[in-house]
C-alpha cells in the first residue's frame, strides 16, 4: 500500500492507532517502574608512572589488560564485596563487575553494577582498593640488579661512604620499576540515574509497537472489506457472460 493509499486510513481510525499505542506506552511504563533497577558505579586507575620511558609504558600498558582481569576475578570481586559490607550471589559475582584496560591511556575503567547504589559505589572502591594492595604486596625480583652492582670489585674498593651514594643512586635509577604501579585517578560515586530499566526507551517502543498492531489491524479489516464475495461474482460472470437471449437460442437449437 502506497502512503497516498495509508493517508485515508489513518485519518479514519486515528483514534485507534493513537489509543492502542498509548495503552501499550502505559503498560510499558507501569512494568518499567515497577521493575527492580540497577545503578552503576566507576572507578579509574592509573597504570604505572604519570611520565616515564618507552619501555616502561608499553610494559605498563601490557600490565593493565593483567589487572583488568584481576578486576573481574571471582576472588578479588568476593574480596572488595565483603569490603563494603555486600554479600553477592554467585550470578552476581560473575556479571557485576566490568573492567577494561587501554594500552595507549592506561586507564583501567572498572565498573559496578548494584541495585543500591550507595553500596554499587563501596564495591567499586573496594576493588580499587584491593588491586593497588595487590601491586604493593608484590613480591620483589629475586635478581636485585642494585646487590649485584654494589659487589662489583671496582666499587667493593670504595669507601663506604661512595658505595652509600653509588647504592642511592642506583636504587634510584634501576631499583623497583614503577610499571605496574596503580594510582587511583577517578573514585567512583553513587550514582543518581539508573542504567535499567531504561524507562524511556521502552516506553517508546512499546507505543511503536502498539501502533504497528493497530495498523496492520487495520490495514487487514480494509482489505477485507474490498473483496467481493466469491459467490456473487460468479453469479454476475454467468449473467453477464451467457445472456438470456442465447440461452434460450442454444436450446431451441439443440431440441
Given at each position: 500500500?502506497?502512503?497516498?493509499?495509508?493517508?485515508?486510513?489513518?485519518?479514519?481510525?486515528?483514534?485507534?492507532?493513537?489509543?492502542?499505542?498509548?495503552?501499550?506506552?502505559?503498560?510499558?511504563?507501569?512494568?518499567?517502574?515497577?521493575?527492580?533497577?540497577t545503578?552503576?558505579?566507576?572507578?579509574?586507575?592509573?597504570?604505572?608512572?604519570?611520565?616515564?620511558?618507552?619501555?616502561?609504558?608499553?610494559?605498563?600498558?601490557?600490565?593493565?589488560r593483567?589487572?583488568?582481569?584481576?578486576?573481574?576475578?571471582?576472588?578479588?570481586?568476593?574480596?572488595?564485596?565483603?569490603?563494603?559490607?555486600?554479600?553477592?550471589?554467585?550470578?552476581?559475582?560473575?556479571?557485576?563487575?566490568?573492567?577494561?584496560?587501554?594500552?595507549?591511556?592506561?586507564?583501567?575503567?572498572?565498573?559496578?553494577?548494584?541495585?543500591?547504589?550507595?553500596?554499587?559505589?563501596?564495591?567499586?572502591?573496594?576493588?580499587?582498593?584491593?588491586?593497588?594492595?595487590?601491586?604493593?604486596?608484590?613480591?620483589?625480583?629475586?635478581a636485585?640488579p642494585?646487590?649485584?652492582?654494589?659487589?662489583?670489585?671496582?666499587?667493593?674498593?670504595?669507601?663506604?661512604?661512595r658505595?652509600?651514594?653509588?647504592r642511592?643512586?642506583?636504587?634510584?635509577?634501576?631499583?623497583?620499576?614503577?610499571?605496574?604501579?596503580?594510582?587511583?585517578?577517578?573514585?567512583?560515586?553513587?550514582?543518581?540515574d539508573?542504567?535499567?530499566?531504561r524507562?524511556?526507551?521502552?516506553?517508546l517502543?512499546?507505543?511503536?509497537?502498539?501502533?504497528?498492531?493497530?495498523?496492520?489491524?487495520?490495514?487487514v479489516?480494509?482489505?477485507?472489506?474490498?473483496?467481493?464475495?466469491?459467490?456473487?461474482?460468479?453469479?454476475?460472470?454467468?449473467?453477464?457472460?451467457?445472456?438470456?437471449?442465447?440461452?434460450?437460442?442454444a436450446?431451441?437449437?439443440?431440441?
Amino acid at each position: 500500500m502506497s502512503a497516498a493509499g495509508f493517508l485515508p486510513l489513518v485519518r479514519r481510525w486515528w483514534w485507534l492507532l493513537g489509543g492502542c499505542a498509548l495503552l501499550a506506552a502505559l503498560v510499558a511504563w507501569v512494568l518499567a517502574a515497577t521493575a527492580g533497577k540497577t545503578y552503576e558505579a566507576e572507578a579509574k586507575l592509573l597504570v604505572g608512572p604519570v611520565n616515564a620511558d618507552y619501555p616502561t609504558l608499553q610494559a605498563s600498558g601490557a600490565l593493565g589488560r593483567t589487572y583488568a582481569e584481576l578486576a573481574h576475578s571471582r576472588h578479588v570481586v568476593v574480596a572488595a564485596a565483603r569490603s563494603a559490607g555486600e554479600e553477592l550471589t554467585r550470578k552476581q559475582v560473575d556479571t557485576a563487575v566490568t573492567a577494561s584496560s587501554n594500552d595507549v591511556t592506561r586507564i583501567l575503567d572498572v565498573r559496578v553494577r548494584y541495585s543500591d547504589p550507595e553500596a554499587a559505589a563501596k564495591i567499586a572502591m573496594g576493588l580499587a582498593t584491593h588491586l593497588i594492595q595487590l601491586r604493593r604486596q608484590a613480591p620483589a625480583p629475586e635478581a636485585d640488579p642494585v646487590e649485584a652492582l654494589m659487589r662489583e670489585p671496582a666499587i667493593a674498593e670504595l669507601s663506604r661512604a661512595r658505595q652509600r651514594g653509588i647504592r642511592e643512586a642506583a636504587i634510584h635509577v634501576v631499583g623497583r620499576s614503577p610499571a605496574g604501579d596503580l594510582h587511583l585517578v577517578q573514585g567512583p560515586v553513587p550514582p543518581r540515574d539508573a542504567v535499567s530499566p531504561r524507562v524511556a526507551l521502552l516506553v517508546l517502543l512499546a507505543a511503536l509497537a502498539g501502533a504497528l498492531a493497530a495498523a496492520t489491524y487495520v490495514i487487514v479489516r480494509e482489505g477485507a472489506s474490498v473483496i467481493p464475495d466469491r459467490e456473487d461474482s460468479l453469479d454476475d460472470f454467468e449473467v453477464e457472460s451467457f445472456p438470456p437471449s442465447w440461452l434460450d437460442e442454444a436450446r431451441g437449437g439443440g431440441a
